[in-house]
Protein backbone atom coordinates (compact mmCIF):
# COMPACT_ATOMS: atom_id res chain seq x y z
CA UNK A 1 0.00 0.00 0.00
CA UNK A 2 1.34 3.52 -0.76
CA UNK A 3 2.26 5.74 1.88
CA UNK A 4 -0.32 8.02 0.70
CA UNK A 5 -3.28 5.44 0.98
CA UNK A 6 -1.67 4.60 4.45
CA UNK A 7 -2.36 8.67 5.51
CA UNK A 8 -6.14 8.45 3.96
CA UNK A 9 -6.63 5.57 6.09
CA UNK A 10 -4.61 6.96 9.38
CA UNK A 11 -6.71 10.28 8.84
CA UNK A 12 -10.01 8.10 8.39
CA UNK A 13 -9.05 6.14 11.98
CA UNK A 14 -8.26 9.87 13.70
CA UNK A 15 -11.63 10.74 12.37
CA UNK A 16 -12.96 7.81 13.72
CA UNK A 17 -11.37 8.20 17.06
CA UNK A 18 -12.73 11.31 17.17
CA UNK A 19 -16.27 10.70 17.09
CA UNK A 20 -16.14 7.64 19.14
CA UNK A 21 -14.49 9.25 21.92
CA UNK A 22 -17.01 12.28 21.76
CA UNK A 23 -20.00 9.72 21.56
CA UNK A 24 -18.17 8.28 24.68
CA UNK A 25 -18.05 11.41 26.84
CA UNK A 26 -22.09 12.29 25.95
CA UNK A 27 -22.71 8.66 27.07
CA UNK A 28 -21.00 9.14 30.26
CA UNK A 29 -22.76 12.04 30.85
CA UNK A 30 -25.89 10.45 29.65
CA UNK A 31 -25.35 7.56 32.44
CA UNK A 32 -23.97 10.66 35.23
CA UNK A 33 -27.63 11.60 34.65
CA UNK A 34 -29.66 8.44 34.80
CA UNK A 35 -27.64 7.75 38.50
CA UNK A 36 -28.86 10.77 40.01
CA UNK A 37 -32.19 10.33 38.66
CA UNK A 38 -32.03 6.73 39.96
CA UNK A 39 -31.32 8.49 43.28
CA UNK A 40 -34.05 11.16 42.78
CA UNK A 41 -36.86 7.94 42.22
CA UNK A 42 -35.36 6.19 45.02
CA UNK A 43 -36.61 8.38 47.17
CA UNK A 44 -40.06 8.42 46.01
CA UNK A 45 -41.61 4.62 46.16
CA UNK A 46 -44.83 5.20 43.54
CA UNK A 47 -41.87 5.85 40.70
CA UNK A 48 -40.74 2.14 40.42
CA UNK A 49 -41.77 2.59 36.77
CA UNK A 50 -39.41 5.51 35.55
CA UNK A 51 -37.07 3.39 38.45
CA UNK A 52 -37.15 0.38 36.10
CA UNK A 53 -36.74 2.58 33.00
CA UNK A 54 -33.91 4.70 34.49
CA UNK A 55 -32.00 0.92 35.06
CA UNK A 56 -32.51 -0.02 31.92
CA UNK A 57 -31.30 3.29 30.51
CA UNK A 58 -28.00 2.64 32.69
CA UNK A 59 -27.32 -0.97 31.19
CA UNK A 60 -27.89 -0.15 28.10
CA UNK A 61 -25.21 2.97 28.45
CA UNK A 62 -22.84 0.76 30.25
CA UNK A 63 -23.31 -1.57 27.24
CA UNK A 64 -22.58 1.21 24.29
CA UNK A 65 -19.36 2.34 26.41
CA UNK A 66 -18.13 -1.16 26.64
CA UNK A 67 -18.07 -1.56 22.97
CA UNK A 68 -17.01 2.09 22.61
CA UNK A 69 -13.93 1.23 24.43
CA UNK A 70 -13.77 -2.05 22.47
CA UNK A 71 -13.99 -0.05 19.32
CA UNK A 72 -11.74 2.34 20.49
CA UNK A 73 -8.73 -0.53 21.10
CA UNK A 74 -9.32 -1.46 17.36
CA UNK A 75 -8.99 1.76 16.24
CA UNK A 76 -5.50 2.53 18.15
CA UNK A 77 -4.43 -0.88 16.87
CA UNK A 78 -4.83 -0.54 13.48
CA UNK A 79 -2.92 2.92 13.80
CA UNK A 80 -0.20 1.00 15.49
CA UNK A 81 -0.46 -1.14 12.84
CA UNK A 82 0.10 1.82 10.47
CA UNK A 83 3.10 3.06 11.96
CA UNK A 84 4.72 -0.61 12.24
CA UNK A 85 4.05 -1.28 8.17
CA UNK A 86 1.69 -4.08 8.65
CA UNK A 87 -1.38 -2.36 8.44
CA UNK A 88 -3.78 -3.61 5.10
CA UNK A 89 -2.47 -7.25 5.70
CA UNK A 90 -4.83 -10.03 6.55
CA UNK A 91 -3.51 -11.93 10.11
CA UNK A 92 -4.69 -15.21 8.29
CA UNK A 93 -3.70 -15.51 4.86
CA UNK A 94 -0.81 -12.61 4.80
CA UNK A 95 -1.93 -10.93 1.79
CA UNK A 96 -2.38 -7.20 1.32
CA UNK A 97 -6.29 -6.47 2.39
CA UNK A 98 -9.08 -4.87 -0.20
CA UNK A 99 -9.21 -1.19 -0.25
CA UNK A 100 -12.53 -1.62 -0.46
CA UNK A 101 -13.20 -3.49 2.24
CA UNK A 102 -10.53 -1.11 4.64
CA UNK A 103 -12.83 1.49 3.58
CA UNK A 104 -15.71 -0.20 4.95
CA UNK A 105 -14.35 -1.43 8.00
CA UNK A 106 -10.55 0.47 8.48
CA UNK A 107 -9.97 -1.67 11.77
CA UNK A 108 -10.15 -4.98 10.19
CA UNK A 109 -7.23 -7.24 10.31
CA UNK A 110 -8.72 -9.72 7.90
CA UNK A 111 -9.08 -10.11 4.27
CA UNK A 112 -12.84 -10.75 2.99
CA UNK A 113 -12.24 -13.96 1.58
CA UNK A 114 -10.52 -15.30 4.71
CA UNK A 115 -13.56 -14.19 6.79
CA UNK A 116 -15.94 -15.88 5.01
CA UNK A 117 -13.93 -18.98 5.43
CA UNK A 118 -14.31 -18.26 9.00
CA UNK A 119 -18.07 -17.74 9.19
CA UNK A 120 -18.29 -21.05 7.05
CA UNK A 121 -16.23 -23.11 9.49
CA UNK A 122 -18.16 -21.51 12.46
CA UNK A 123 -21.11 -23.05 11.43
Known sequence: MTSDKLQEFKELLLKKRKETLKERDRYRELLRNINSEEEDFAKTAYKFSEFGTATMNREQSFLFLSRMDKYLQQIDR??????VGTYGICRVCGKEIDEARLKAVPTTRICFTCK???AKAAR
Open 116 to 118: QNE
Open 78 to 83: ALEMIE
